[in-house]
């Protein structure tokens, strides 16, 4: 059930863009995106209900695909405050609400 | 807006005693979940209670580890008999409603010498 996540680090320079992949064998009812940074609590970002949904949150943004059971994480312009490890949970039933992280995208934004 | 509440936020056992860990959802939540995170790795779940209720222990071992959700008070998270193998950040998340957006606590992490 554990959805896989690409990459499995990356590093950006400052201004720079990034794309992380969330991909599950299962069909998927939700995907939520979370930040965590060394030693806190994983931040939420955002969640995505429908096939096909886009969201956006300042400079990230994310994309759900239902029929290919994967959603993508898009970074712009990205800021050494981006720097964090992103999880995706998912669902896969509908109302079922307890979330199956991936193991994690750590990336690094430098100056 | 109080967020998700968790204590204590660091706990250190030796081996073979028990650990309690408690968490008080954000306001107006009933739906809980605890969370295990092993150093450099993912969110592992291991439980979703809704007030005095288990709706799923999939993720939880089956001895050892117990959790509840009272009517009144917080979740409370207890390993019994505890083991090195059992130093991990445990995480407590709160929603309103299922399908709602989860919200973590701070995390308790618990060493076990």
């Known amino acids: 059930q554990q959805p896989v996540q690409s990459p499995q680090a990356v590093i950006l320079r400052e201004g720079e863009d990034a794309v992380i992949n969330c991909s599950s064998s299962?069909?998927?009812?939700?995907v939520h995106w979370y930040r965590q940074k060394h030693g806190e609590a994983p931040v939420f970002l955002m969640i995505?209900?429908?096939?096909?949904e886009q969201k956006g949150h300042e400079k990230i943004s994310a994309s759900f695909n239902e029929k290919k059971q994967q959603s993508s994480l898009y970074l712009t312009a990205s800021q050494l405050s981006y720097s964090g490890t992103y999880f995706c949970g998912t669902s896969d039933q509908t109302g079922a609400n307890n979330l199956f992280f991936g193991t994690g995208t750590r990336l690094t934004v430098i100056p | 807006n109080a967020g998700v509440m968790q204590n204590p936020r660091h706990l250190v056992r030796r081996r073979g005693q028990e650990a309690r860990l408690r968490c008080s959802p954000m306001k107006g939540h009933s739906h809980v979940y605890w969370y295990r995170q092993l150093p450099e790795e993912g969110l592992k779940f291991m439980v979703y209670?809704?007030?005095?209720?288990?709706?799923?222990e999939s993720g939880m071992p089956k001895e050892r580890f117990s959790a509840e959700f009272p009517k009144e008070g917080p979740s409370i998270l207890r390993i019994q008999q505890v083991v090195r193998g059992d130093s991990a950040a445990y995480f407590c998340a709160s929603s309103l409603s299922p399908g709602n957006t989860i919200y973590f606590g701070e995390g308790s992490w618990l060493t076990v010498v």
């Open positions: 209670l809704q007030k005095e209720n288990i709706i799923d």
């Open positions: 995505l209900l429908k096939g096909g």
């Open positions: 299962k069909a998927l009812y939700s």
